[in-house]
T-cell receptor
Framework: SAVISQKPSRDICQRGTSLTIQCQVD?????MFWYRQQPGQSLTLIATANQGSEATYESGFVIDKFPISRPNLTFSTLTVSNMSPEDSSIYLCSVGGREKLFFGSGTQLSVL | KQEVTQIPAALSVPEGENLVLNCSFTDSAIYNLQWFRQDPGKGLTSLLL?????REQTSGRLNASLDKSSGRSTLYIAASQPGDSATYLCAVTETGANNLFFGTGTRLTVIP
């Protein structure tokens, strides 16, 4: 199993600003995933972050809006840039693979 | 594109009742299916994972079934308890992919 620490747990931000979410894992992992859960919606994969290479973004998500860093095998950040109220969601990081996924506790973001 | 649907969206039952949550998916070419529990502020916890070749998995009071050909899965919870109150999500992994497709969840309330 893996223990994931994600922070901040929640934040309220102003339109046009940026927020960086951090995800720390207690063991080395190859792939880290970032998900978004909009109100009343299912989780949607934003991107997959591998250490030492650029993140792979899913359709509908771009690096300029959601830049991701993966400096080592235990840490990743997701930045939500130039925020608008439509970015109000829960953002979750996860690690694992097809056999098992572990999730952080999520970041509840509200954009005013 | 894979679509995962969960019915009902919300369910309230008295303590002690047995209950069934439903999940359907549109593309039967899946690698596995997982059931997760989501608690507010605590991220997601994996409950059961069923490989595409399996019919069911059991863990304690939980039993998950899979009918891949019809694109359906059920999560059976026996003798429900107030501590079972949470949102339950199913997710499928497609063959040859790492991405999970999540349903929108069923919000379960068990009334003492």
């Amino acid at each position: 199993s893996a223990v994931i620490s994600q922070k901040p747990s929640r934040d309220i931000c102003q339109r046009g600003t940026s927020l960086t979410i951090q995800c720390q894992v207690d063991s080395q992992v190859t792939m880290m995933f970032w998900y978004r859960q909009q109100p009343g919606q299912s989780l949607t994969l934003i991107a997959t972050a591998n250490q030492g290479s650029e993140a792979t973004y899913e359709s509908g998500f771009v690096i300029d809006k959601f830049p991701i860093s993966r400096p080592n095998l235990t840490f990743s950040t997701l930045t939500v840039s130039n925020m608008s109220p439509e970015d109000s969601s829960i953002y979750l990081c996860s690690v694992g693979g097809r056999e098992k996924l572990f999730f952080g506790s999520g970041t509840q973001l509200s954009v005013l | 594109k894979q679509e995962v649907t969960q019915i009902p969206a919300a369910l309230s039952v008295p303590e002690g009742e047995n209950l069934v949550l439903n999940c359907s998916f549109t593309d039967s070419a899946i690698y596995n299916l997982q059931w997760f529990r989501q608690d507010p502020g605590k991220g997601l916890t994996s409950l059961l994972l069923i490989q595409s070749s399996q019919r069911e998995q059991t863990s304690g009071r939980l039993n998950a079934s899979l009918d891949k050909s019809s694109g359906r899965s059920t999560l059976y919870i026996a003798a429900s308890q107030p501590g079972d109150s949470a949102t339950y999500l199913c997710a499928v992994t497609e063959t040859g992919a790492n991405n999970l497709f999540f349903g929108t969840g069923t919000r379960l309330t068990v009334i003492p």
